[in-house]
C-alpha cells in the first residue's frame, strides 16, 4: 500500500469524486492535514466517505492570527483528533513579524495536547527550524514528522537524533531548480536522511490541472529515487514500512494499521 504523507485532500474539490476513485483503484493512504477548523471538518467527512483518508486537525502558522481567540476550543479538538497537522512555525510565508508570538502560542497548544495524548504530529518549519526544535525540547513528544525539511544541513543530524521522520515532496522535482534557493543543500539533504526515517508526500492536490493523488505521489517517488540512487519502487516501499512503524502502535489508528497490513 501506498502513502501520502502530506496532502489537503479536501481542497480536490469539483475533482473529488476522482480523487477518490484513484486512491482505491491505486489504494493510497492519504493522510490529510487541515489547516483550520473548515477544512478539518471538510476532511473529517471525507474520512466517513473513505477508509483510505486519515484526518489530521491542525491550523495552519499563517493562520495563527486568526485563530488566538479560540485557543481552548483548539485544545479541545486537537485532544480528539488522530493526528496533529499542519501545525508548527512559519518565518518565510508570514511577512508581518508580529504574528511570530502567536503563532508560538497556538503552536504551544498543539504541543501540549500532543504531550498528552502521544499524538502523531505532522510539522511545518519553513525558515523557524530552529524555533520549533527549540519547542519540541520542551516537551516531551515522541512523535513526528518534518515536512517538506529545506532548513540548514547542520541541523539535519540534530532532527534525525530526535527520531523525526522527514517528509519530501514535489518541491525536487527538476521543473523548480531555478526557482528555489538553496537547490544543492535541498538535494543534499535528501541523501543524508537514513532509509528508516524518510517519507514521501505530495503537499497536493498540485499541478494545473489537478494532478490525481497516485500519479502525483508517483512522481514524487521517482524523483526522490533518482535523487538517492534508488528505485522509485523501493522508496515507495520503505516510506509506507516507516509510516507503518510510526503508527503500529498508536490504538486510535487500529482502522488504518488493519488496512496497512493488507497490503
Ligand atoms: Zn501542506
Redesign the pocket.
Known amino acids: 500500500m501506498l502513502v501520502d504523507v502530506?496532502n489537503?485532500f479536501s481542497f480536490y474539490q469539483e475533482d473529488i469524486n476522482r480523487a477518490l476513485e484513484d486512491i482505491h483503484e491505486n489504494r493510497v493512504l492519504m493522510l490529510s492535514?487541515s489547516?483550520d477548523m473548515l477544512s478539518y471538518n471538510e476532511t473529517l467527512e471525507l474520512a466517513g466517505l473513505s477508509q483510505f483518508i486519515l484526518p489530521a486537525f491542525g491550523v495552519h502558522p499563517m493562520f495563527a492570527h486568526e485563530h488566538i481567540d479560540q485557543l481552548d476550543t483548539i485544545k479541545r479538538i486537537a485532544d480528539e483528533a488522530l493526528m496533529l497537522g499542519?501545525i508548527g512555525l512559519d518565518r518565510k510565508w508570514t511577512l508581518d513579524a508580529s504574528h511570530y508570538p502567536l503563532q508560538e502560542s497556538l503552536l504551544e497548544i498543539f504541543l501540549e495536547s500532543a504531550q498528552q495524548h502521544d499524538t502523531i504530529m505532522i510539522l511545518?518549519v519553513a525558515e523557524a527550524e530552529f524555533e520549533v526544535l527549540d519547542m519540541l525540547e520542551q516537551y516531551s513528544i515522541r512523535n513526528g514528522i518534518i515536512?517538506?525539511y529545506y532548513g540548514p544541513i547542520d541541523l539535519v543530524e540534530k532532527i534525525i537524533d530526535k527520531d523525526l521522520y522527514f517528509a519530501f515532496d514535489g518541491s525536487y522535482l527538476k521543473s523548480y531548480e531555478s526557482e528555489i534557493r538553496g537547490w544543492k543543500e535541498r538535494l543534499e539533504t535528501v541523501t543524508m536522511i537514513p532509509d528508516d526515517l524518510f517519507l514521501i508526500e505530495t503537499?497536493g492536490p498540485s499541478g494545473s490541472p489537478r494532478r490525481m493523488p497516485h500519479e502525483a505521489l508517483q512522481m514524487v517517488a521517482e524523483r526522490i529515487a533518482e535523487i538517492r540512487n534508488t528505485t522509485a519502487d523501493e522508496i515507495t516501499t520503505q516510506s509506507s514500512r516507516n509510516f507503518f512503524n510510526l503508527i503500529k502502535d498508536d490504538a486510535r489508528l487500529s482502522e488504518y494499521i488493519a488496512i496497512m497490513k493488507q497490503s
Do not use: C, Q
Open positions: 502530506h489537503h492535514v489547516t499542519e511545518h515536512h517538506d503537499d
